[in-house]
């Protein structure tokens, strides 16, 4: 079965504090793994996916298939990066898994 | 952003009686799905399209069906709706199959009551 999990309803740092969004999978075969943003009054929107590699407004995500994870790191947190961040599992049948959710609180 | 419309924006209705939510895109997307956002819960599927009269049930199908006869159009329907459907209702496309290259696009969503 595909499964996502996200441990964590709310995360709360500071300003300038790292933060590790954390996010397990659960499936059979070779995942493809993504991490979406909901800003505040904005739509829904693709953060980063895994095979890219890459960096957006400085958060990276490795995959880590020994631990079935894919967490979300960012070294210093800002203000605007406080919104709601869904990890997402594409597996069988063109379909698209999302986990509970973390909403990121940076105080300021 | 890309062209995605969902009506109404807000709704509500009794338990009981049958409701239709459309979404609509101009992109021309294969794929469009129908999600549902509870806290607690996070985002999960209700139904999918992959195509004109190609549809498939996603992890929360029971009470609800889907058609699609054009690809412009996915209209969600709940035959006859109970409180515990009420949420936030996303619609979503795709290019293709999601995968690395063929991110989903969000509407703004449908926020529903069912009184």
């Known amino acids: 079965a595909q499964r996502v999990t996200q441990p964590e309803k709310l995360l709360s740092v500071f300003k300038g504090a790292p933060v590790e969004l954390k996010c397990n999978y659960s499936?059979?075969?070779?995942?493809?793994l993504f991490w979406y943003v909901q800003y505040s009054r904005q739509r829904l929107q693709l953060l980063l996916r895994h095979i890219s590699r890459e960096s957006i407004k400085g958060f990276t995500a490795d995959l880590n298939k020994g631990e079935t994870s894919f967490h979300l790191k960012k070294p210093f947190a800002q203000e605007e990066d406080s919104a709601m961040y869904y990890c997402?599992?594409?597996?069988?049948?063109?379909?698209?898994?999302f986990g509970q959710g973390t909403e990121l609180s940076v105080k300021p | 952003d890309a062209g995605i419309t969902q009506s109404p924006r807000h709704k509500v209705t009794e338990t009981g009686t049958p409701v239709t939510l459309r979404c609509h895109q101009t992109?021309?997307?294969?794929?469009m799905y129908w999600y549902r956002q509870d806290p607690g819960h996070g985002l999960r599927l209700i139904h999918y399209?992959?195509?004109?009269?190609?549809?498939d049930k996603g992890e929360v199908s029971d009470g609800y069906s889907v058609s699609r006869s054009k690809t412009e159009d996915f209209l969600l329907t709940l035959e006859s709706a109970t409180s515990s459907q009420t949420s936030v209702y996303f619609c979503a496309i795709s290019e293709s199959s999601p995968g690395q290259n063929s991110p989903l696009h969000f509407g703004n969503g449908t926020r529903l009551t069912v009184t």
């Open positions: 997402a599992l594409s597996g069988q049948g063109g379909k698209l898994i």
């Open positions: 399209s992959y195509g004109v009269k190609d549809t």
């Open positions: 499936y059979s075969g070779s995942p493809e």
């Open positions: 992109e021309n997307h294969r794929y």
